[in-house]
């Protein structure tokens, strides 16, 4: 059974930090590529940042210098470092697992608020 859960959403203010995690269970071994969207009210779904199983990362303009993706292979799990938080980077974040034969799942998301 394959599952990608997210978790560490919450409210904070600018400037601030968070981070998320997102673990994937099932064939963990096969996972590819892992990533992080997210999407605002009103706007669609855009790539915040994403690794592959050999830990190259890229990532969206707005977030570089910010944000920093990792991944522990051994636990399907990836986490991503928000610092310097800003009231734009308020979405609903979602993580997705590319796993090799059998397609891209995601998980349910996770809100992250930032106030000014």
């Known amino acids: 059974q394959v599952q990608v859960v997210e978790s560490g959403g919450g409210l904070v203010q600018a400037g601030g930090s968070l981070r998320l995690s997102c673990a994937a269970s099932?064939?963990?071994?096969?996972?590819?590529?892992m990533g992080w969207y997210r999407q605002a009210p009103g706007k669609q779904r855009e790539l915040v940042a994403r690794?592959?199983?050999?830990?190259?990362?890229n990532y969206a303009d707005s977030v570089k210098g910010r944000f920093t993706l990792s991944r522990d292979n051994a636990k399907g799990t990836v986490y991503l470092q928000m610092n310097s938080l800003k009231p734009e980077d308020t979405a609903v974040y979602y993580c997705?697992?590319?796993?090799?034969?059998?397609?891209?799942?995601w998980g349910q998301g996770t809100q992250v608020t930032v106030s000014s």
């Open positions: 997705n697992a590319d796993f090799i034969f059998r397609g891209t799942y």
């Open positions: 099932g064939s963990i071994s096969s996972i590819n590529v």
């Open positions: 690794i592959t199983h050999s830990g190259s990362t």
